[in-house]
């Protein structure tokens, strides 16, 4: 078992930057792929970002390319959300998540990913 914590959500200026982050414990982080998702009120969940194990590839939604940039930090068993340029449209509440090893990454398909953090509250203001 893992068990996520992310941190470094808030209240930020349309135009502005945050950097969540989510530590693991129980097992070391090198064993998953990693991703964020979020889900804003109404609205179904979406993918925003993965890293895969091994390799350590990573992906980003189409909503946020270019502004958000994801990380991970193994030997911290720490991954990253660097998101830069935020819109009104990113307010959500930020999942990270944890996909045990296996022969094949389902980077955003969010049934696949066995261990989520509790959310950290994103609000973008104009």
């Known amino acids: 078992q893992v068990q996520l914590v992310e941190s470094g959500g808030g209240l930020v200026q349309a135009g502005g930057s945050l950097r969540l982050s989510c530590v693991a414990s129980?097992?070391?982080?090198?064993?998953?792929?990693m991703a964020w998702f979020r889900q804003a009120p109404g609205k179904a969940q979406e993918f925003v970002a993965a890293?895969?194990?091994?390799?350590?590839?990573?992906y980003h939604g189409d909503s946020v390319r270019g502004r958000f940039k994801m990380s991970r930090d193994d030997a911290k068993n720490t991954v990253y959300l660097q998101m830069n340029s935020l819109k009104l449209e990113d307010t959500a509440v930020y999942y990270c998540?944890?996909?045990?090893?296996?022969?094949?990454?389902?980077?955003?398909?969010?049934?696949?990913?066995?261990?989520w953090g509790q959310g950290t509250q994103v609000t973008v203001s104009s």
């Open positions: 998540a944890a996909q045990s090893m296996s022969d094949s990454y389902y980077w955003d398909s969010r049934r696949k990913y066995d261990y």
């Open positions: 129980g097992r070391p982080l090198s064993s998953y792929g």
């Open positions: 890293s895969s194990w091994n390799s350590g590839n990573t």
